[in-house]
């Protein structure tokens, strides 16, 4: 790994976990606040652990960098679902489907079948739609207007 990218993932593993810790000091006053510090750990162990070498299984560090950036995909769902959702509860649902990705990713580290590793991925594609579809609907209705500025830009049509 270069100096440059060394740097890059230490930057941004920095920034999630500041980010992480200013939604954990607003945890009380919104779902967003309890679910979204979640997503930006699992984040940072993500760029961490994507990093050349550094998360093996015979290590504690590197197991436990893996196992927390393998549900990175439903925790996006349920940080999105926080915040484009008024009515948000969280259930115990989402945590299953989040231990369930957790698990089909290890099974594929472990195992290597290509059916598993098509799984894993398949539903990681599944969750990032979900988020994004979460992200889509009630956008015309939506009136809190930081809300509104996360959601799709769209495009403005002049009449020719």
Same mark, same amino acid.
């Given at each position: 790994? %270069?100096?440059?990218?060394? /740097?890059?993932?230490?930057?941004?593993?920095?920034? #999630? $976990? =500041? &980010?992480?810790? *200013?939604? +954990?000091?607003?945890?009380?006053?919104?779902?967003?606040?309890?679910?979204c510090p979640?997503?930006?750990?699992?984040?940072?162990?993500?760029?961490?652990? %994507?990093?050349?070498?550094? /998360?093996?299984?015979?290590?504690?560090?590197?197991? #436990? $960098? =893996? &196992?927390?950036? *393998?549900? +990175?995909?439903?925790?996006?769902?349920?940080?999105?679902?926080?915040?484009?959702?008024?009515?948000?509860?969280?259930?115990?649902?989402?945590?299953?489907?989040?231990?369930?990705?957790?698990?089909?990713?290890?099974?594929?580290?472990?195992?290597?079948?290509?059916?598993?590793?098509?799984?894993?991925?398949?539903?990681?594609?599944?969750?990032?739609?979900?988020?994004?579809?979460?992200?889509?609907?009630?956008?015309?209705?939506?009136l809190v207007?930081?809300?509104?500025?996360?959601?799709?830009?769209?495009?403005?049509?002049?009449?020719?």
């Open positions: 790994m %270069s100096m440059l990218e060394a /740097a890059l993932r230490g930057g941004t593993v920095a920034i #999630l $976990l =500041l &980010v992480a810790i *200013l939604f +954990l000091r607003d945890m009380g006053r919104s779902p967003a606040g309890r679910n979640l997503f930006l750990l699992s984040a940072a162990g993500y760029v961490a652990c %994507s990093a050349p070498g550094l /998360a093996r299984l015979d290590t504690p560090l590197g197991l #436990l $960098l =893996l &196992v927390v950036s *393998l549900g +990175l995909p439903a925790l996006f769902w349920m940080s999105a679902a926080a915040i484009f959702d008024d009515e948000f509860t969280p259930s115990w649902r989402r945590v299953f489907a989040w231990i369930g990705l957790v698990v089909l990713g290890l099974w594929s580290i472990l195992d290597g079948q290509p059916l598993v590793d098509f799984a894993y991925y398949g539903l990681s594609l599944l969750f990032v739609g979900l988020a994004a579809r979460q992200a889509l609907i009630g956008r015309e209705t939506d207007e930081a809300r509104r500025r996360l959601r799709v830009i769209q495009a403005h049509h002049t009449p020719r």
